[in-house]
């Protein structure tokens, strides 16, 4: 099949671009700078010019292909509001060209969408339209489009990793460095869910190929890591105490990161697994925080 991919340069998008190529399938990148456009061409993939702000050029790249894999977003969490209507919207435009067909979408969310509540691991088949972070705008986008008839596919992402990036736990780590300690929430018995980025990259082809219409996908390799592990890993790499604190002290010393400092996102993934056939080999979470090098993390922040 011939894929519009968005995201394509990006840190999930990139393996998947690597995974969909193994499979045979040709590739549509969407990138918005020209170093994007010579790793792409690089890398043996079409080349499409635009921004996902730019609708009209998302809808006239997904009216050329046979699928398309939204992986794109605007990653700056102090606009993160503003960024997820921006998601929707882009979704909406690129689904409205495959209204009528059989192509499909595959649209990506957030595993806590699937909180059941009372302390139990988001699920699959649940849409908790309630959740408290902006990201349900991306779900009902594609519940829109969904009942207009549009093959929409959804792929829930935990924190991601690598020895690089974690996911929200990056901008953690930077924020720790700048506040000298590590903070968690109470007795940081909250409990993230995580998934090497391989892993995630291999889930997204699995659901193009073998997914079905309307179905939600977990990528997740690890139900729920405890975030005071998760906090006394960074404290090691980075050499700073990791501190307790308490409701009040954490929404004034984490900012925009307080909203999400002590919500739980565990989630499962049995149902993925079982459906897809999907089965992650990566590193833990806290394997890939306690082989990162913290010193070249510190200048890349720099």
């Known amino acids: 099949m011939r894929i519009f991919l968005t995201g394509a340069t990006g840190f999930v998008g990139s393996l998947?671009?690597?995974?969909?190529?193994?499979?045979?399938?040709q590739v549509l990148g969407l990138t918005r700078s020209e170093s994007g456009a010579r790793k792409l061409a690089a890398a043996g993939a079409d080349v499409h010019r635009g921004t996902i702000e730019d609708l009209d050029s998302l809808?006239?790249?997904a009216d050329r292909v046979d699928a398309v894999i939204h992986t794109a977003f605007d990653h700056d969490f102090t606009t993160y509001a503003a960024n997820c209507e921006k998601d929707r919207a882009a979704i909406l435009a690129m689904g409205s060209v495959l209204r009528g067909s059989r192509r499909p979408l595959v649209i990506t969310s957030a595993t806590g969408m699937g909180d059941v509540?009372?302390?139990?691991?988001?699920?699959?088949h649940?849409?908790?339209?309630?959740?408290?972070?902006?990201?349900?705008?991306?779900?009902l986008a594609g519940h829109a489009l969904l009942q207009s008839g549009v093959d929409v596919r959804v792929v829930r992402l935990p924190q991601v990793h690598d020895t690089v990036k974690q996911g929200l736990i990056t901008p953690?780590?930077?924020?720790?460095?700048?506040?000298?300690?590590?903070?968690?929430?109470?007795?940081?018995n909250d409990c993230w869910s995580a998934a090497h980025v391989t892993d995630v990259a291999r889930l997204y082809v699995r659901v193009l190929e073998a997914g079905r219409m309307g179905a939600r996908y977990h990528a997740v390799a690890e139900e729920?890591?405890?975030?005071?592990?998760?906090?006394?890993?960074?404290?090691?790499?980075?050499?700073?105490?990791?501190?307790?604190?308490?409701?009040?002290?954490?929404?004034?010393?984490?900012?925009w990161l307080s909203i999400f400092i002590g919500l739980d996102k565990s989630a499962s993934s049995d149902w993925t697994r079982e459906q897809l056939g999907w089965e992650p080999i990566g590193p833990t979470l806290l394997s890939?925080?306690?082989a990162m090098d913290y010193a070249v993390s510190e200048q890349g922040a720099a």
């Open 16 to 25: 998947i671009l690597t995974e969909l190529q193994s499979a045979r399938h």
């Open 59 to 61: 809808r006239a790249a």
């Open 117 to 124: 509540g009372e302390g139990r691991p988001a699920v699959e």
């Open 126 to 139: 649940i849409f908790n339209a309630d959740y408290p972070i902006p990201r349900v705008a991306s779900e």
């Open 172 to 188: 953690y780590v930077e924020h720790a460095r700048k506040a000298g300690s590590v903070g968690y929430l109470g007795k940081g």
């Open 224 to 255: 729920g890591v405890m975030f005071r592990h998760i906090a006394e890993a960074v404290a090691a790499g980075l050499g700073l105490p990791a501190v307790s604190l308490s409701a009040a002290e954490a929404e004034t010393h984490f900012g």
């Open 288 to 290: 890939d925080l306690r």
